[in-house]
Structure formats: structure tokens, C-alpha cells
């Protein structure tokens, strides 16, 4: 929209990482990424550990998985250049349908679509949408009226000033009806109260589920692990983390099979709580010393408290770390 080249890295980039967060909280990461990974042959050849490290903090670190995951691909399969068409960009990890829409439009002036939740909630003000608008045959109808509307000329400045008017006019609560470009043909305003529209089905409830975390303590450093491969914070690292139980005997018990060692009764430090999208996390803090035995070879490490930068860690076991130093 300034006239500028555009740089379909970044907007690859920029993509994954607004994906379910906002944009003020993005900036510092973006520039932060590009400062290390200046191209996506850098990404690349970038080792996972230090793209979990950079993405520190923001969350969803799957996304952090899945881009360096596409930036390999591209590398490997498109000769380094982000693809033009939503079937290709289709083909890289962690790329939906709006992903792609966003990055092919905005990236190349491709003519596609996008609708995310502030398109949603523009099209079922305009045209009057009632139905829920997370209900299947719903979705399928607002991503034919995207469709049908996206210009030839400049799809991404478009599709841009689409997600805008919903994040800065067409909002949630109190929507700027006053300064709205489409107010004339909106149906929301003329026959109904814009803020109880878009309609959605209730979400189901998060699993509430506790994770007992043992600080164990020698000689000034504490046993870190690694998480497997698979599953939530994977490849992250860990103080030991005993999952989905409230029991500390059980989780004391674990501990000490997992890395071949006794350890002291742990004490309580702390309890917090940490939201996913699917859970609700109790934290149960505890701190220990070792007692007796060798650590099991390869099970984990030990390391300072102020020595850990290279280590990506969760935001709940920075929270620990927190905790622990201040102690």
C-alpha cells in the first residue's frame, strides 16, 4: 500500500507469527527474526533450538515448528521463493486456507480470499448473518462471499483494508458505525444491533489439568530436561514436569525412576495457572535437593539459573524460573 517491493519472506513471517496474536505483540519478534534469519535460506539452515529461543514468549510454539518447517520446504521444493498460488502454499506446514489467501494476495497479488474472525464479523454485520457464524455450512457461506468479492487490482491491499475495518472500526464491542466506510450498505445498522452480531456457538469448556513441576537443586545448578518431539512445548526444555496428576507422592516417585536418583522431599514453592486453547493449567511449583544416585545418562542436565538464554523454555517454566530466583 506504500508502494514499496514487497518481501514475500516477511510476509510469510509475519503470517505465522499473527497467527492468534495481536500485532503489537508481534512487532519486537519480527524484527527480532529477521535481524538473525535475514533470508529464508538463513531460516532454513537455522537450528530448531534457536528459532524456539527467538520465539520465546509468544506462544503457540508450534507455529515456530511449522515455519521453520515451510522454510526448508520452500528451500527444498520452490527453489527458495515463497509460492504464488493458495494450492502450494496449501502444501507447507502449518498453512490454512486463510494463511494462504493472506500470504498469496499480499506477497504476489495473487486474487484470493481471506477470512479471518474480523471478516467474519464484518460480513455477518453488512449482509446480516444470523446464523452462528462457527457452524460449518456458515463458514463455507462467508468464504464464498469473500471469494466473490476480492478484486483483480491489488487483492492484497484489499484484503489488508478488509481485516483493518474489522480491527479498528467494525470491533467486538462499541463498533465505530459512525466513521464506517460500508455503513450505507450495512444491514447490521439499518436493521439490527450491530454488537449482537456475529452469533457463535458456544466453545467447549478447557480441560482442567494439573502439571507438578520439581525443582531439584546441587551444588547451585538444576536439572533441566527436554520435551519430546511430539505433543504441546515440544523439542522445549523443562524443569521436571510430571503431567495430568495432583498426586506429589506419584509425581516425587516418577522424578526419581525417570533420572536414576533420590532427591529430597520437595517442598512447596508455588501454584499458578497457565490457559491454552484446549486446557486450563494448574502449575504446582515444588522445590528439592538430590539426596543420592547418578543422573541416568542422556535423561537430562544440570544447569545455572543465569546461564539458560540458549535453552527455549515455555512461558509456565519461565514463570517457574521466576519464581525459583527469587527465592
Known amino acids: 500500500m506504500n508502494g514499496r517491493p514487497v518481501n514475500p519472506y516477511h510476509v510469510l513471517l509475519s503470517e505465522a507469527m499473527l497467527q492468534q496474536t495481536q500485532v503489537a505483540t508481534v512487532v519486537p519478534y519480527f524484527h527480532r ?17 534457536r528459532v524456539l529461543t527467538l520465539w520465546q514468549g509468544l506462544g ?35 498453512i490454512g486456507r486463510y494463511t494462504a489467501g493472506a500470504i498469496a494476495s499480499i506477497a504476489h497479488g495473487t486474487r484470493a480470499a481471506v477470512v479471518d474472525g474480523n471478516v467474519e464479523r464484518v460480513f455477518a454485520r453488512l449482509m446480516l448473518i444470523e446464523e452462528a457464524i462457527n457452524a460449518p455450512e456458515t463458514k463455507r457461506r462467508l468464504w464464498q462471499i469473500a471469494e466473490s468479492l476480492v478484486p483483480k487490482r491489488s487483492p492484497g491491499d484489499y484484503n489488508q483494508a478488509l481485516m483493518e475495518l474489522g480491527a479498528t472500526v467494525c470491533t467486538p464491542k462499541l463498533p465505530q458505525c459512525f466513521v464506517c466506510p460500508v455503513r ?11 454488537e449482537t452480531l456475529p452469533v457463535k456457538l458456544p466453545k467447549k469448556k478447557p480441560k482442567e489439568v494439573t502439571h507438578i513441576v520439581i525443582a531439584i537443586e546441587r551444588n547451585g545448578k538444576y536439572l533441566f530436561e527436554q520435551r519430546s518431539s511430539e505433543g504441546l512445548w515440544a523439542n522445549m526444555w523443562q524443569l521436571p514436569t510430571v503431567e495430568d496428576t495432583e498426586d506429589e507422592v506419584e ?21 499458578f495457572r497457565h490457559q491454552t486453547t484446549h486446557r486450563t493449567i494448574r502449575f ?32 509456565p517454566q519461565r514463570v517457574c524460573l521466576k519464581h525459583l530466583r527469587s527465592d
Open 33 to 49: 527474526f529477521i535481524e538473525a534469519f535475514p533470508t529464508i535460506h538463513v531460516l532454513a539452515e537455522a537450528d530448531e533450538q
Open 60 to 94: 503457540y510454539y508450534r507455529r515456530a515448528r511449522n515455519l521453520h518447517a515451510s522454510a526448508k520446504k520452500i528451500v527444498e521444493d520452490f527453489a527458495g521463493e515463497v509460492p504464488r498460488s493458495v494450492g502450494a502454499l496449501l502444501q507447507l506446514p502449518g
Open 184 to 194: 450505507p450498505h450495512c444491514r447490521g445498522v439499518q436493521e439490527a444491533n450491530p
Open 251 to 271: 509425581a516425587r516417585a516418577w522424578t526419581e525412576s525417570r533420572f536414576g536418583i533420590t532427591i529430597r522431599k520437595p517442598e512447596p514453592t508455588t501454584v
Open 284 to 315: 504446582v511449583l515444588l522445590k528439592s535437593g538430590i539426596q543420592a544416585g547418578r543422573l541416568r545418562a542422556k535423561s537430562g542436565f544440570w544447569h545455572r539459573l543465569d546461564r539458560l538464554d540458549h535453552l527455549p523454555m515455555s512461558n
